[in-house]
C-alpha cells in the first residue's frame, strides 16, 4: 500500500518511511488505531489555570502612558496662513536661513598649516612610544617619511602665504616698491 492510496481512502501516512525498499515491512501490530480511543494518553487534570494565577503573572499589567512631544498648535497655524497667503513657508526658509549662519559663525575654518603641525607632532609623539617599547626601527623609516610629506606640505604653503603677503604688500605701496628691497627679507640686514 503505497502513501497516495493511505490518503485516498482516509487513513494517515505512515509513521516509518522506509526509502531504500520498494516494499513496506508488515508491523506486527498496528501502532495506533484512529477508531480506538486511548484513555491512557489524557491527562486526569485539565489544563486551564485558575485566575488568580492569571493575574498574578504579567499578562494583565498595563504599560504607563508617556506622553510624547506635542506640537506647538500656534506656530502650525501660522506656519499654514503663511503657506495659504503666500503659496510658500516663509517662516521655514528664516529658519533656515539662521541656522546656516549659526552653523558658518560656530565652526571657523580650519587652518591647514596647524593640522600638518600637529600630525608632525602625533607622529613624533608615536615614535617617540614605539622606541620606548622597543619597536623603533620597524616604525621609524614609516614614521619618517610621512613627516617629511607633512614638512613638504607645510613648505608648499608657507611659500604660498608668503607670495600673497608681497602681493598685499606691494598693493599698499603703489610704484612697485615693496617695504623690503629685493633679497633682503629683513630690513635690519
Known sequence: MSASTNTQGGDTLPLQCYPTSCKEPVPAAPAFSPTV???SRLSAKP????AKVCQAGD????????PQARRDLEKEKQRLQN?????????????KQTLVQTKEEEIPEPDRFEELVNEVQERKEFLAEME?????KKYRSIVL???????????????????????????DF???KSLFPAGKSDPLD
Open 83 to 95: 503657506i495659504l497667503a503666500t503659496g510658500k513657508d516663509v517662516v521655514e526658509c528664516n529658519v
Open 59 to 66: 499578562a494583565y499589567t498595563r504599560e504607563k502612558f508617556k
Open 174 to 176: 603703489p610704484g612697485g
Open 47 to 50: 489544563h486551564l489555570r485558575p
Open 132 to 136: 620606548a617599547l622597543g619597536q623603533g
Open 145 to 171: 617619511t610621512e613627516i617629511s610629506q607633512k614638512m613638504r606640505e607645510m613648505e608648499i604653503i608657507d611659500k604660498k602665504r608668503s607670495e600673497e603677503m608681497r602681493e598685499i604688500m606691494t598693493e
Open 37 to 39: 480511543c486511548q484513555p
